[in-house]
């Protein structure tokens, strides 16, 4: 079976926290918005806590090892910017951001990225055309 392309992956680190915070919380969610300082990292909330809406894009679902994945959604202005990027959500030391739930764990999530490879450009229809 293909590999399935997605925009965005989860670290193991990431994953793990996910894990525990799912059992806190409930099921979660994601949104990276755009901005500098709390609004560049991606912030983590319970599902239904943050209301997404027509300008944001969903960019995939972050499969943690649970019955159902974290979906990872984006502001459309920010997703112009970000369009050509794979996203890996990761976990570090830190205090985390504003009202994200990692907040009171001392470990804060934020973004790797990387240019798409010529596989995903032309998946998503971002190939150039020749």
Do not use: N
Not at 25 to 46: A, R
Not at 54 to 65: E, F, I, T
């Amino acid at each position: 079976m293909p590999e399935q392309l997605s925009r965005v992956a989860v670290s193991a680190d990431a994953a793990a926290l996910l894990r525990q915070l799912t059992v806190q919380h409930g099921p979660l969610m994601f949104h990276q918005s755009g901005g500098c300082c709390d609004g560049s990292s991606p912030m983590c909330y319970p599902v239904g806590m943050f209301l997404t809406g027509p300008g944001d894009v969903k960019l995939g679902d972050l499969d943690v090892g649970l019955d159902v994945p974290v979906e990872m959604f984006m502001s459309e202005s920010q997703f112009e910017y970000w369009k050509y990027t794979h996203l890996t959500v990761d976990v570090v030391e830190g205090r985390g951001a504003g009202f994200s739930v990692e907040g009171p764990t001392g470990m804060r999530f934020l973004i790797r990225s990387r240019m798409l490879d010529d596989a995903e450009l032309e998946h998503f229809g971002l190939a150039p055309q020749g």
